[in-house]
């Protein structure tokens, strides 16, 4: 999803990046600085937000966190029944899939499995137990996604005392996909060993890739994936859907994905967005497009310091992605704890033919056994912070 394109591909290497001279104008004057930063407070820490706005009940705390774990394109598919001040259940919203880069929705329910794991986490720290029951009434058809609830929680009666907190709930603050370019030094096993700690994985197993040589040897499997999707205007026009141009868009929908969040920066951001941004389907497509995107994905790959692979094995059906879904959602909080630049790429994962293939490149590559089935995958560093995505209000999930 690393993409920014432009009409004009030189644009980013010629003359107009060298004019630093050149201010973005304050095009944001209809929104409310204290909206925007009460969208990103609300992302970073939305226990303290719910506090400051009055939220009291218990479950609005929790649903307002298990909306920003990390989910595909920051579609946001959740939907939320209330049953009762104890009560809820979470539902994948069928208007918000992506399936021609997900057609089975292993994504979309790996999305539910963040919501899960974030939505305990919030609990943990409120000092309530949570019980969750998958798919209560068992698994929707492909057809009817979004009849059948994903999870049921109940919350305990009574508050415990906070034990065994596991830290992740500060770390929700700084989690981010963060797209942009990587420095410093090459991550080594030792920091393998400390997310490992923390992951504490039961379902799926971390595997790593460190060392300079193996990282080279990797990058382009990845490299290709990307190049083949957003060279399919199907699967590419996924993106140009849910990418999010102007302030007004990105903050007022909420949702999608944006330059900001591919690492672009002032004054560039502002052209870009103001001359060279081309959404039409023909522009968006364009092979002038597609290589200027190509060519900054490759060089925020390039700086990859290590690569970390969520590996399943045997079951590979919806409960288990459920599942994985939530060991991805602690991973990218343990990176965040630790100070760990962090970016999921999937095109070589997805469930189409030719995404089989490089599935079953990186496994040989990779030396895992028959039945493995790599879920998520990422590149790690480290890196300034990023953008922060916005999530939409709490209103907008509840069923
Ligand atoms: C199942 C899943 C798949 C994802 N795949 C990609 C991907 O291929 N490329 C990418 O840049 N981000 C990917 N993301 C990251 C989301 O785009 C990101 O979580 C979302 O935009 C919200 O941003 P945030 O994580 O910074 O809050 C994925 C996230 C999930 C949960």
């Not at 970073?44 to 394109?73: C, M, Q, W, Y």
């Not at 199907?234 to 990105?250: A, G, L, P």
């Not at 999937?346 to 033919?353: E, L, M, P, Y």
Request: glycine content about 6%; some cysteine.
């Amino acid at each position: 999803m690393n993409r920014f394109k432009f009409s004009r591909r030189s644009f980013l290497s010629g003359s107009l990046v060298a004019s630093g001279f050149l201010l973005a104008p304050d095009i944001f004057k209809s929104l409310k600085a204290s909206s925007m930063e009460e969208i990103e407070f609300a992302k970073r820490d939305p226990l303290k937000f719910a506090e400051r706005n009055g939220i009291v009940n218990p479950i609005h705390k929790i649903i307002l966190t298990g909306i920003v774990a990390p989910n595909s394109h920051n579609s946001q598919p959740w939907k939320i029944k209330i049953l009762s001040d104890k009560q809820f259940e979470l539902y994948a919203d069928g208007n918000r899939q992506l399936l021609p880069i997900d057609p089975v929705n292993r994504q979309l329910y790996h999305t539910q499995g963040t919501f899960i794991e974030f939505a305990s986490i919030a609990s943990e720290q409120l000092g309530y137990d949570l019980k969750v029951q998958l798919f209560p009434q068992g698994i929707d058809k492909a057809q009817t996604i979004g009849t059948l609830p994903i999870a049921k929680f109940t919350l305990s009666d009574k508050r415990l005392n906070k034990l065994n907190s596991s830290g992740f709930y500060e770390a929700i603050n700084n989690r981010q996909m963060n797209r942009g370019q990587y420095s410093g030094d090459y991550l080594g096993e030792e920091l393998g060993q400390e997310i490992l700690s923390l992951v504490k994985p039961n379902f799926a197993s971390l595997v790593f890739v460190f060392g300079q040589n193996r990282i080279q040897e990797i990058i382009p499997m990845f490299q290709k994936s990307f190049e083949r999707e957003i060279s399919n205007p199907i699967q590419n026009n996924v993106s140009r859907e849910w990418f999010r141009i102007s302030k007004e868009d990105i903050y007022t929908k909420r949702d999608g994905i944006t330059l900001e969040g591919n690492g672009l920066k002032q004054p560039i951001l502002w052209m870009a967005k103001t001359f060279f941004m081309d959404m039409s389907e023909e522009g968006w497509n364009s092979e002038d497009s597609v290589k200027q995107a190509n060519e900054s994905f490759a060089k925020s790959l390039e700086t990859s310091k290590g690569f970390v692979f969520l590996v399943s094995r045997g079951l590979d059906d919806a409960k288990s992605w459920v599942q994985a879904g939530r060991e991805f959602g602690r991973l990218t909080l343990a990176c965040a704890k630790l100070g760990i630049a962090f970016h999921t790429m999937n095109q070589a994962f997805v469930d189409t033919k030719e995404s089989n293939e490089t599935h079953d490149q990186f496994k040989k590559s990779l030396n895992l056994p028959k039945d493995a089935r790599i879920q998520l995958a990422g590149r790690m560093g480290y890196a300034e912070p990023s953008f922060v995505s916005p999530r939409r209000e709490l209103k907008e999930f509840i069923l």
